[in-house]
């Protein structure tokens, strides 16, 4: 059974104190690991998908990468309106299913 | 333009009632997916469906039935709802490769 685990469960940051977000993952045949941010009353929104060890992506403050066995969500220079809740999942080769951690709320204040 | 859209955003009835959620989607993606999420904000897939098969998570109750009447459309139909069935559902979407699109939830309360 896949098995996805996010940690830590919250995380307050200081406007501008980068930190990671680590999600720790255990799939049979890893055919993509993603994360979304989600935000209070609203779906999923799509990041990143990463498919290979040593692969890594960037998004404005986010950046994320991956190893055989888990994945970082960096942030750097965080600012309030990076708080939300950090979701990651993976889809093995077989099935377009996504299994899920159980995210990371991360509230940056100034 | 919404991408996937799902209806109602909240529902509130009682137990034993039977209920309806309505997805659709406008990004021409082949599967389309039910999640529900959970008081601990815990996605779980129930179902993923495409032209071709329809897969359900062995642990869904048969009082769930996903119902598409075409490839835009899943819809979510729920029998004899009960108290634990309270929760956030969502509606997602993707191509054949990867990349879901999410609604924004509708949030069921059984009473």
């Known amino acids: 059974e896949d098995q996805v685990t996010q940690s830590p469960e919250a995380l307050r940051l200081q406007e501008g104190e980068s930190s990671s977000l680590n999600c720790s993952y255990t799939v049979s045949g890893l055919r993509g690991l993603f994360w979304y941010r989600q935000d209070p009353g609203k779906g999923p929104e799509f990041l990143f998908t990463?498919?290979?060890a040593g692969e890594e992506k960037e998004k404005e403050r986010l950046k994320a990468t991956l190893t055989k066995k888990e994945s970082f969500l960096h942030i750097t220079a965080p600012k309030p309106e990076d708080s939300a809740t950090y979701l990651c999942?993976?889809?093995?080769?077989?099935?377009?299913?996504?299994?899920f951690g159980g995210g990371t709320r991360l509230m940056v204040k100034p | 333009d919404t991408a996937v859209s799902q209806t109602p955003k909240y529902l509130v009835t009682q137990m034993g009632n039977d209920k309806s959620i309505k997805c659709e989607q406008n990004?021409?993606?082949?599967?389309m997916y039910w999640y529900k999420q959970d008081s601990k904000k815990f996605l779980k897939i129930m179902f993923s469906?495409?032209?071709?098969?329809?897969?359900i998570n062995e642990t869904v109750p048969n009082r769930f039935s996903p119902k598409s009447p075409d490839k835009a459309h899943l819809n979510l139909h729920i029998n004899s709802l009960e108290l634990g069935d309270s929760a956030v559902y969502f509606c997602?979407?993707?191509?054949?490769?990867?990349?879901?699109?999410f609604g924004s939830g509708t949030r069921l309360t059984v009473v």
């Open positions: 990004l021409g993606h082949d599967t």
């Open positions: 997602a979407s993707s191509p054949a490769g990867d990349g879901y699109t």
């Open positions: 990463l498919y290979s």
């Open positions: 999942a993976v889809r093995r080769n077989a099935g377009n299913m996504l299994t």
């Open positions: 469906y495409n032209n071709k098969e329809l897969i």
